[in-house]
């Protein structure tokens, strides 16, 4: 059972184009987060939500959109793709805030997003 | 938010103890100390997280220093599937903000 999923593992598309990135988990948590990985490998938090609601949004893009018709699922919309979105996006899910020291962080395997 | 500094890369020798070091010097008194890593191509995995005391679970030990200004993680024997990115981090109000981590190499 794959706990948190992403759909799908790789995108390829040209600049301008709009796109969508799929996640779901199934453990039953409150928090999803999107994070980014860039060609240098640095990992860095895009969005987190708690029971639907946004709780961070870390200076992205207005291309750059959540969504979390539920619990279960954050999707991420992208509008008007550049090249310097060429990217790993990674998914990831927590019960509660993972800043509290309480609850790890579960993450998805990614999805490699290339633009053209 | 706690800044944490790590070696860019370690070796070590496959069924041999590997000791990860991380400073962080800025840590306040409640946040807490993570360990992530992430094997390729796959995303970060929790490894351990712990505040004061030392902590042990299946993966791996965290021996947190008095000062709480550096931690160690201790993988007690290593494997070839331990090859991966370890990050330490120091967690921010809400968010765990992942620095550039040590690339762990185990030889066979």
């Known amino acids: 059972d794959t706990a948190v999923s992403q759909t799908p593992k790789y995108l390829v598309t040209q600049m301008g184009n709009d796109k969508s990135i799929k996640c779901e988990q199934n453990l039953g948590h409150d928090t999803m987060y999107w994070y980014k990985q860039d060609s240098k490998k640095f990992l860095k938090i895009m969005f987190s939500y708690n029971n639907k609601e946004l709780i961070i949004n870390e200076t992205v893009p207005n291309r750059f959109s959540p969504k979390s018709p539920d619990k279960a699922h954050l999707n991420l919309h992208i509008n008007s793709l550049e090249l310097g979105d060429s990217a790993v996006y990674f998914c990831?899910?927590?019960?509660?805030?993972?800043?509290?020291?309480?609850?790890?962080?579960?993450f998805g395997n990614g999805t490699r997003l290339t633009v053209t | 938010d706690a800044k944490t500094t790590q070696p860019n890369s370690m070796e070590s020798n496959e069924e041999e103890p590997v000791h990860l070091p991380c400073n962080h010097s800025t840590i306040s008194g409640t946040d807490y100390i993570h360990w992530y890593r992430q094997l390729p191509s796959q995303g970060p995995e929790y490894v351990i997280h712990?505040?004061?005391s030392n902590v042990n679970n299946r993966m791996a030990s965290l021996a947190i220093a008095e000062d709480r200004k550096s931690s160690t993680l201790i993988l007690h024997r290593a494997t070839l599937r331990d090859a991966a990115v370890y990050y330490c981090i120091g967690d921010s109000s809400y968010k765990l903000i992942f620095g550039s981590g040590t690339r762990l190499l185990v030889r066979p």
């Open positions: 990831a899910s927590s019960q509660g805030y993972s800043g509290t020291g309480s609850s790890p962080l579960h």
């Open positions: 712990g505040l004061t």
